[in-house]
């Protein structure tokens, strides 16, 4: 027989099966791509399409794309780039709202996205949202504390939460399923920046490394609860970033330890972080990472 489903309800968000990697710097700004496959192997290099960049952002969009955002280019951008389900990388578009860099971005709403917080002369706490399209709002006023080099992923299936930050600092900012960033929440764990974060279990989260080559991690409940440290596994290193993969894991990405780095490390649907796995593609940090397909 068939499973009965009440009237009204919504089936979990399995998430998305492939990874992306893009930008980042190596003392040079970059704009080349690595591919995440639905197992977490990461590809070789693609060649760079759009501003060469770092310090910008990227989230999911539209339930199956992705697109990168703002940045640094020797001055703050707010250029973005798509990117399609197939992985490939699109063009520059026009930016959109306040140019800056450091900020943060994770999805929403289960087909949505929003870029927060950041950097222009000094910190600041705008949101800029992003429709199933792929096109970016106008700047929303700032809720909670600026700040920049912070980090964001979803939770809950739905929902958002921006983390940590410059300071350093470790509140949290929720984001509800229709895009709106709540106040500030007491931070919990060691506070930091340059850390990363990312969706795994389908509707849980988790935020890793950070500055002073940090590895600790702490994990998001799908409510949106932040759990205290955990001991880190593999190498302490800032300027990461991460995406899910494979439905429901995760995975973290380059960074720099005592040099530029290119190792990952999976995360499970379980929310655990495995050892290092050797580098492929241009070590590099402050790059960022999305999902799509």
């Known amino acids: 027989m068939f499973p009965i489903i009440p009237a009204n309800s919504v089936a979990a968000d399995s ?3 492939e990874g992306i990697f893009g930008f980042g710097y190596d003392n040079n700004a970059l704009s080349l791509t690595n591919l995440v496959s639905n197992a977490g192997v990461v590809a070789t290099d693609t060649a760079g399409v759009g501003t060469a960049r770092f310090y910008q952002s990227a989230c999911e969009y539209g339930g199956d794309k992705g697109i990168f955002g703002y940045g640094y280019t020797g001055s703050n951008v707010s250029m973005t780039n798509l990117v399609s389900n197939a992985g490939v990388m699109a063009t520059d578009t026009a930016g959109v709202g306040t140019a800056r860099r450091g900020l943060a971005a994770c999805e929403y709403g289960g087909d949505k996205g929003i870029f927060g917080y ?14 199933n399209a792929g096109v ?3 700047d929303t006023a700032g809720v909670g504390t600026a700040r920049n080099n912070l980090a964001a992923c979803e939770y809950g299936d739905d929902k958002g939460i921006f983390g940590y930050g410059n300071g350093p600092v470790s509140m949290t900012n929720l984001v509800s399923n229709v895009g709106v960033v709540g106040t500030d929440v007491t931070g919990v764990g060691t506070a930091r920046y340059l850390s990363a974060a990312c969706s ?8 890793g490394f950070g500055n002073g080559s940090k590895s600790m991690t702490n994990l998001v409940s799908n409510a949106g609860v932040v759990s205290s440290d ?10 990461p970033s991460a995406c ?4 429901d894991k995760g995975i973290f990405g380059y960074g720099t330890a005592a040099t530029y780095a290119s190792m990952s490390n999976l995360v499970s649907n379980a929310g655990v972080v495995a050892t290092d796995t050797a580098g492929v593609g241009t070590a590099r940090e402050i790059s960022s990472a999305c999902s799509f397909n």
């Open 200 to 207: 795994y279990g389908g509707d849980k989260g988790i935020f």
């Open 118 to 131: 950041g950097k222009t002369s000094s910190s600041v706490s705008m949101s800029n949202l992003v429709s």
């Open 244 to 247: 899910e993969y494979g439905s």
């Open 15 to 17: 998430g998305n099966d």
């Open 230 to 239: 955990v001991a880190g596994v593999g190498t302490g290193r800032y300027g």
């Open 136 to 138: 970016v709002a106008t």
